[in-house]
């Protein structure tokens, strides 16, 4: 009972996701006496299912984090575990399986709703009695919870992204990702990546003349553009890359390594998916969008404040176009100079 205690005090004393599911796989390890943990996440990638490994932990080992090291790849096929594929599709608690060597498995997927977007995985060679079963239940209840309440805490009430309070932790995380190959786009085959240095690239995406929105159809009809122009990024972006509602009418995506051809590409089909989407009542609406890659070099705010003077240039040039900082300083349309650490803009 005391390691349990141990257990529930440690779990409950984070605020970050990744140390969540740390203490969560090192519960479930230490009190199913398993082989190895996994914590799960299912998503959807080209309308198909995938699994992928954010912490695990083996016997005698300590917990790790796996988020830094999956690049931009979905991650397993769930039809690659048939019976957790069919525990999902009966919106069940759990399934079991036997494995190799004798091995067990045990999935418990976390359900909101209907929905279930995490799962724990439990390997041990023993019987999984129904007492451990129940203790562990306990266990990844309180996750579950948890994590709902860290969920709110990072996300925008009106839209469901990302907030701005995760925006540095989230750019941190991806200057730390090593450079992968390309996954796929969603709803598209797997195709290499032209030419090019990959790199992570920053966009700050606005909604054009939205005040006019606001004042011709009310306040109600411009949320509701608000909230499809959120459902649209993050269609248009993969499961790897970040969406953020920074307040008001503006966003912010985070790409992973890609080329600047390919988040070109990205953004700009975003773009004109907004243009040709035919919003309930408002009719056409667009976006303007100003990028830059990320470096370790700059910081969170002078980059924002780069892929910002970009955005202003589409939004003084004729709106509802994506530009390219770099290029714009290239083509001497922008100009940089360079105070102490910082450089300032004209
Ligand atoms: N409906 C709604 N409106 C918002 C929200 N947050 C900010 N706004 C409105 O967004 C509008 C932003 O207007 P401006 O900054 O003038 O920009 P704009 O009209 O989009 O013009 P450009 O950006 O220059 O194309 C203001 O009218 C704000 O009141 C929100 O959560 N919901």
């Known amino acids: 009972m005391d390691s349990?205690?141990?257990?529930?005090?440690?779990?409950?004393?984070?605020?970050?996701?990744?140390?969540?599911?740390?203490?969560v796989v090192a519960a479930v390890q230490e009190l199913a006496a398993a082989a190895q943990t996994r914590v799960l996440s299912i998503s959807t990638s080209g309308a198909r299912p995938y699994l992928r490994v954010r912490a695990s932990i083996n016997a005698g080992?300590?917990?790790?984090?796996e988020d830094l090291h999956d690049g931009g790849s979905p991650g397993e096929p769930l039809d690659s575990y048939p019976e957790l594929a069919a525990c999902l599709a009966r919106r069940e608690a759990s399934a079991e399986a036997c494995g190799p060597g004798c091995n067990r498995t045990l999935w418990l997927p976390i359900w909101f709703g209907d929905k279930a977007t995490t799962c724990i995985?439990?390997?041990r060679t023993a019987p999984f009695h129904a007492a451990i079963v129940h203790t562990i239940s306990g266990v990844i209840g309180v996750y579950r919870n948890f994590q709902n309440l860290l969920d709110y805490s990072e996300r925008d009430s009106l839209t469901g992204l990302l907030n701005r309070k995760t925006f540095e932790d989230q750019l941190a995380r991806m200057l730390q990702a090593p450079a992968e190959p390309d996954a796929p786009l969603p709803g598209q085959p797997e195709r290499r990546c032209s030419q090019g240095e990959k790199k992570g690239w920053l966009a700050v995406v606005d909604v054009d003349h939205f005040k006019m929105v606001n004042d011709t159809f009310g306040h109600l009809y411009g949320d509701e553009v608000l909230i499809l122009i959120a459902n649209q990024l993050q269609a248009s972006f993969r499961a790897q890359d970040r969406v953020f509602r920074f307040g008001?009418?503006?966003?912010?995506?985070?790409?992973?390594?890609?080329?600047?051809?390919?988040?070109?590409?990205?953004i700009d089909r975003f773009r004109t998916n907004v243009e040709?989407?035919?919003?309930?009542?408002?009719?056409?609406?667009?976006v303007s969008v100003g990028f830059v890659s990320i470096s370790p070099y700059d910081s969170p705010v002078v980059t924002l404040g780069h892929a910002d003077q970009a955005l202003y240039y589409a939004k003084t040039h004729g709106r509802n176009q994506v530009c390219h900082y770099n290029e714009l300083v290239e083509r001497g349309l922008l100009q940089t100079v360079t105070t102490n650490d910082t450089a300032e803009f004209f």
Request: hydrophobic fraction near 40%; charge should be negative; proline fraction near 3%.
């Open 61 to 65: 080992d300590t917990p790790r984090v």
């Open 121 to 123: 995985e439990i390997v």
């Open 276 to 286: 040709s989407y035919q919003f309930p009542q408002v009719g056409k609406v667009t």
């Open 4 to 23: 349990l205690l141990k257990h529930m005090v440690d779990m409950t004393g984070h605020r970050d996701h990744a140390m969540l599911d740390i203490s």
């Open 248 to 266: 008001g009418e503006e966003f912010v995506v985070l790409l992973r390594s890609t080329t600047l051809e390919h988040a070109r590409r990205i």
